[in-house]
């Protein structure tokens, strides 16, 4: 049953990524020092937390492929943010490009979170006893996996349009393609069988509670 969520997350994990190339423009073309850069990174990691709440509070008991396509199609709207700030039109906003920078971080670490909470939680639940650590290594073997990809491929990606460290005037096609590209993984979401997953989570619990009253009887001292 977990390799559906397994090659969904390994899938999703390897799309292309223009991060490498979007960190150059931030540092070179906008001259965000380092310490800007690093209160981004603890934006990116409260908004996680965000997400992780948000989801635990309103969406964990909502059907996973709903998560899964709503999350999609929310992370290739945000995904489309960082075109403003390549495009400079936040400036015809009156935006200054940091605080613009700051509140992309935040969408896009938000909704990656309550993205793939799901499927770590589908692959918790109908976890087989005492494997509970070598499933989680496998989940994140797969993600880890798929990020390494993704980033070769962005990487292809940039060096055949011709983007370097100090030349930009392609990346807002990077960063389209790398976000159109989370359309990919759409079609596996049929390998998430969510009846059969509740199904598996009901056998557990009844073969749990079988052992428990099987241990129980055995435990209670003749009369």
């Given at each position: 049953?977990?390799?559906?969520?397994?090659?969904?997350?390994?899938?999703?994990?390897?799309?292309?990524?223009?991060?490498?190339?979007?960190?150059?423009?931030?540092?070179?073309?906008?001259?965000?020092?380092?310490?800007?850069?690093?209160?981004?990174?603890?934006?990116?990691?409260?908004?996680?937390?965000?997400?992780?709440?948000?989801?635990?509070?309103?969406?964990?008991?909502?059907?996973?492929?709903?998560?899964?396509?709503?999350?999609?199609?929310?992370?290739?709207?945000?995904?489309?943010?960082?075109?403003i700030l390549v495009l400079h039109l936040n400036r015809d906003w009156g935006i200054s490009d940091r605080f613009?920078?700051l509140g992309d971080t935040a969408l896009l670490a938000g909704v990656g979170q309550i993205a793939v909470m799901?499927?770590?939680?589908?692959?918790?639940?109908?976890?087989?006893?005492?494997?509970?650590?070598?499933?989680?290594?496998?989940?994140?073997?797969?993600?880890?996996?798929?990020?390494?990809?993704?980033?070769?491929?962005?990487?292809?990606?940039?060096?055949?349009?011709?983007?370097?460290?100090?030349?930009?005037?392609?990346?807002?096609?990077?960063?389209?393609?790398?976000d159109l590209a989370a359309l990919i993984p759409i079609p596996l979401l049929h390998f998430i069988d969510e009846?059969?997953?509740?199904?598996?989570?009901?056998?557990?619990?009844?073969?749990?509670?079988?052992?428990?009253?099987?241990?129980?009887?055995?435990?209670?001292?003749?009369?």
């Amino acid at each position: 049953v977990i390799w559906g969520p397994m090659l969904f997350v390994f899938i999703w994990a390897a799309t292309p990524s223009s991060q490498t190339a979007f960190f150059y423009f931030l540092t070179n073309d906008l001259k965000m020092e380092p310490r800007f850069m690093g209160w981004l990174t603890v934006v990116e990691g409260i908004s996680s937390v965000v997400g992780l709440l948000i989801f635990q509070l309103f969406l964990v008991n909502v059907s996973y492929r709903k998560i899964l396509i709503g999350a999609i199609i929310a992370s290739i709207i945000a995904g489309a943010s960082p075109l403003i700030l390549v495009l400079h039109l936040n400036r015809d906003w009156g935006i200054s490009d940091r605080f613009f920078a700051l509140g992309d971080t935040a969408l896009l670490a938000g909704v990656g979170q309550i993205a793939v909470m799901p499927l770590l939680v589908a692959g918790a639940r109908n976890c087989p006893p005492n494997v509970e650590a070598t499933l989680y290594s496998f989940l994140m073997s797969s993600m880890n996996l798929g990020g390494m990809m993704s980033e070769e491929l962005g990487g292809l990606l940039t060096l055949a349009l011709g983007v370097t460290a100090t030349n930009f005037d392609k990346l807002w096609i990077l960063i389209l393609i790398c976000d159109l590209a989370a359309l990919i993984p759409i079609p596996l979401l049929h390998f998430i069988d969510e009846e059969q997953l509740d199904r598996q989570v009901v056998d557990q619990q009844n073969a749990e509670t079988d052992d428990i009253e099987a241990s129980s009887t055995f435990a209670r001292p003749d009369n």
